[in-house]
């Protein structure tokens, strides 16, 4: 017989399977709001006219395919490091802050924790509850138990911010936490300032391993206040981990381009720490390729284009707000009782609308609007077009 006679079928990824439903659906005004990606108001995934620029010049320049180091180009890290942590930052002036290019924010998190689990093989990882589904699948492909935190909160539609920090305060020594720095990818709902503040301290009291997960910087208010948990860890003397990716705010997601930051104590530890990064690497990709970065670098590096850059990521932080005025707005005028002004306060491309499975299954079948079974909605897939359609259809099923 066959070696994989007795291989088992995997389950279907939840939001990959609504996208191939999605696309098998013939009805010409369908919607799909099940997918985590930013659409202009003509439903196209934009390529940004920095990014086309500087496509030009290195398609102009033909430059040579070598390989590039382990850890990706410098020019692409020191950039990754100056929106994270600020230019002025006192970590990267001292050289206590690693940076590699990875594949996308993903591949980041998959090296970090693969690089965890040579460091604290026994830590057990957290994630909020709910996450984005793939925090459990990376960590624990990676040898780890993942548990959860308390995060959303349905009776308020926020935070559950004592019961988080409840949790954090019980943690055994060494365990990792992973946070959303910003958008929180399924529920919208972030974290003030203030409330960082008091996670850092929970960290500290607990000895525990932040593990910042940026994948939307710029998309909540802009690039720097969007920062803001990033500075106050940084502020903080811990050490911490940061993934983070150029998928949503530069629209690359096909070219994989993000990266993983760790800040250490001082320059000596960075060093070692990078040289162990590299080997984690080096058996899983050996180096990352150079288009998507390279293109990254060179907008970020050139201040025309990295001002051509923040005026489109404004763009596309302003449109997705107008959306979620303009769907709440919309439900209103459909007659819609319940008080959804909730989505206005929620931040990134998504929200928890509180619908139900139940709902969410007839808005396929009656309307074909697709969105995942926990409601959770992406606002960068409506635009002027289908924001009437999309908001009668949740009235007609919200009744
Ligand atoms: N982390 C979160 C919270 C995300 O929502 C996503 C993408 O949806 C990622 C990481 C991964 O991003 P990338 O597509 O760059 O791998």
Redesign the pocket.
């Known amino acids: 017989p066959s070696i994989f006679a007795a291989v088992e079928m995997a389950p279907r990824d939840p939001i990959l399977g609504l996208n191939e439903a999605f696309n098998a659906d013939t009805r010409t005004d369908k919607v799909n709001l099940g997918v985590?990606v930013y659409y202009d108001d003509n439903g196209k995934i934009p390529l940004l006219a920095a990014v086309k620029a500087a496509e030009k010049a290195r398609l102009e320049a033909m430059p040579p395919r070598g390989y590039q180091p382990i850890e990706g180009a410098p020019s692409y890290n020191n950039a990754v490091q100056n929106l994270l942590f600020g230019k002025d930052s006192a970590l990267i002036a001292n050289g206590q802050v690693v940076t590699i290019q990875a594949?996308?924010?993903?591949?980041?998190?998959k090296v970090g924790g693969d690089y965890l689990k040579r460091l604290n093989p026994a830590a057990t990882v957290y994630i909020s509850d709910p996450?984005?589904e793939?925090?459990r699948a990376i960590f624990e492909s990676a040898g780890f138990a993942v548990d959860t935190y308390p995060y959303y909160d349905p009776a308020t539609r926020g935070v559950n911010f004592a019961g988080m920090k409840a949790k954090l305060g019980e943690l055994a020594a060494g365990s990792v936490v992973v946070l959303?720095a910003c958008c929180?990818?399924p529920t919208g709902a972030d974290l003030t300032e203030a409330q960082w503040g008091e996670v850092v301290e929970a960290c500290r009291a607990r000895g525990l391993v932040p593990f910042l997960?940026m994948?939307?910087q710029g998309f909540a208010d802009g690039i720097e206040p969007d920062a803001v948990a990033v500075r106050l860890f940084s502020a903080s003397g811990l050490q911490f981990f940061v993934?983070s990716?150029?998928?949503?705010s530069f629209s690359l997601?096909g070219e994989?381009?993000?990266a993983l930051s760790i800040v250490t104590a001082d320059k000596d530890e960075a060093a070692r720490v990078l040289s162990q990064v590299k080997r984690v690497i080096r058996t899983n990709y050996s180096n990352p390729p150079t288009h998507g970065g390279a293109v990254v670098a060179a907008v970020l590096n050139a201040p025309e284009l990295r001002q051509m850059w923040e005026d489109e990521l404004a763009g596309m932080r302003d449109r997705i707000r107008a959306m979620r005025v303009g769907l709440v707005e919309s439900l209103k005028a459909a007659g819609v009782a319940q008080d959804f002004s909730f989505v206005i306060e929620q931040r990134g491309m998504f929200s928890y609308t509180a619908l139900s499975a139940a709902q969410v299954e007839q808005l396929k079948s009656e309307f074909g609007i697709y969105a995942v079974s926990t409601g959770r909605i992406c606002l960068a897939a409506l635009n002027s077009r289908n924001i009437g359609y999309v908001a009668k259809a949740i009235a007609s099923v919200a009744k």
């Open positions: 985590g594949l996308g924010g993903t591949g980041a998190l996450s984005w793939n925090h959303h929180h990818n997960d994948a939307y993934s990716s150029f998928s949503k997601y994989r381009v993000g």
